[in-house]
């Protein structure tokens, strides 16, 4: 499996930005992690294979949407309301047989993306 995450950039506090994961494969439950510099990396949010379930952490709920379009294989993450505390480095992980309860670790997934840089300035 491949998995190609895009679309971070620089953008001021209150910001949107959108990311996008393209998977090289269908079905897989889809999760967003970050890691800022010198800390642990932590997890975003997730989606199930077709949509109907998803998690956030605590930190990005209500201002993180993410979604998917299954005809295009690729998740997206919407951010809004962006803050300085959310600059880092957003990978993208797959995996199958996952329910979104249990796809909060990065323990818990085996197929990596790249990573992209959000900054976000204040």
């Known amino acids: 499996v491949q998995l190609q995450a895009s679309g971070g950039g620089w953008v001021q506090a209150g910001g949107s930005l959108k990311l996008s994961c393209a998977a090289s494969?269908?079905?897989?439950?889809i999760g967003w992690f970050r890691q800022a510099p010198g800390k642990d990396r932590e997890f975003v949010a997730n989606?199930?294979?077709?949509?109907?379930?998803?998690r956030y952490g605590d930190s990005v709920k209500g201002r993180f949407t993410i979604s998917r379009n299954n005809a295009e294989n690729t998740v997206y993450l919407q951010m809004n309301s962006l803050k300085p505390e959310d600059t880092a480095v957003y990978y993208c992980?797959?995996?199958?047989?996952?329910?979104?309860?249990?796809?909060?670790?990065?323990?818990?997934?085996?197929?990596w993306g790249q990573g992209t840089l959000v900054t976000v300035s204040s």
């Open positions: 494969e269908r079905n897989l439950l």
């Open positions: 989606i199930n294979y077709s949509g109907s379930a998803t």
């Open positions: 992980a797959g995996r199958r047989g996952l329910i979104v309860s249990q796809a909060t670790t990065e323990s818990m997934f085996n197929q």
